[in-house]
Every structure is written in structure tokens, then in C-alpha cells.
Nanobody, 120 residues
Framework: VQLQASGGGLVQAGGSLRLSCAAS????????VYWFRQAPGQEREFVSA????????FYSDSVKGRFTISRDNAKNTVYLQMDSLKSEDTAVYYC??????????????WGQGTLVTVSS
């Protein structure tokens, strides 16, 4: 199972970025996909998740209303559209997958991170 996160970069506060998580080695449509992030010196935190079938979405309070998660199962890809970015969104973002969505769980499959830096 391989997950590949991409799309990070440097952006000014108030700007937008779209992260992508591409999957291989699994039937992607059978997995819930999560986004987590870890800022320097801080613990990893949940950002968003999307379920496998109903495509229900979940967000942390800190990103709700600014970030949008979506998936294209035909392309084996999940996206995280990040708008109205703030300096506190600066972090390494990771995508992860599990056979089902469960609040507070730690998925077994992880991709490498992609760095998002928001300048104020």
C-alpha cells in the first residue's frame, strides 16, 4: 500500500493550496482517507477525513469552513482544498487510509508528508 501526498508549498496568508493524496496497491474506493498535520514542535493532529462510500466528510474545528476534502475514486486520489490559509496552518500534512472511518482512530496506512508554509 502506497500513499503519496503532494501539493504543498509556500503561500501567503489568505491564499489557497490544494493537496493531493494518490494511492496505489489498494482498492482505493474501499478505504476512508484522512488528512493529519504536524507543526514544528507540536503533536500530530487530525485535519479532515472522507468516508469510502457515502463520501461523508469530517473536519477539525480549526479548519472547518476553510478546508474542503473530496475524493475521485476513479483517479485513486483524495484532495484537500485549503482556502483562507493562516500562519497557524503551517505544518507537514500527511494523508492516511483505513478500511473504515472512526473518530479518533489512527489509520494503519500513511503517506509521506508534504510541507505547507503560510507566510504572514
Amino acid at each position: 500500500v502506497q500513499l503519496q501526498a503532494s501539493g504543498g508549498g509556500l503561500v501567503q496568508a489568505g491564499g489557497s493550496l490544494r493537496l493531493s493524496c494518490a494511492a496505489s496497491g489498494l482498492t482505493f474506493s474501499s478505504y476512508a482517507v484522512y488528512w493529519f498535520r504536524q507543526a514544528p514542535g507540536q503533536e500530530r493532529e487530525f485535519v479532515s477525513a472522507i468516508t469510502r462510500i457515502t463520501k461523508s466528510t469530517f473536519y477539525s474545528d480549526s479548519v472547518k469552513g476553510r478546508f474542503t476534502i473530496s475524493r475521485d475514486n476513479a483517479k485513486n486520489t483524495v484532495y484537500l482544498q485549503m482556502d483562507s490559509l493562516k500562519s497557524e496552518d503551517t505544518a507537514v500534512y500527511y494523508c492516511a487510509a483505513d478500511s473504515t472511518y472512526s473518530s479518533g482512530s489512527i489509520p494503519p496506512y500513511w503517506g509521506q508528508g508534504t510541507l505547507v508554509t503560510v507566510s504572514s
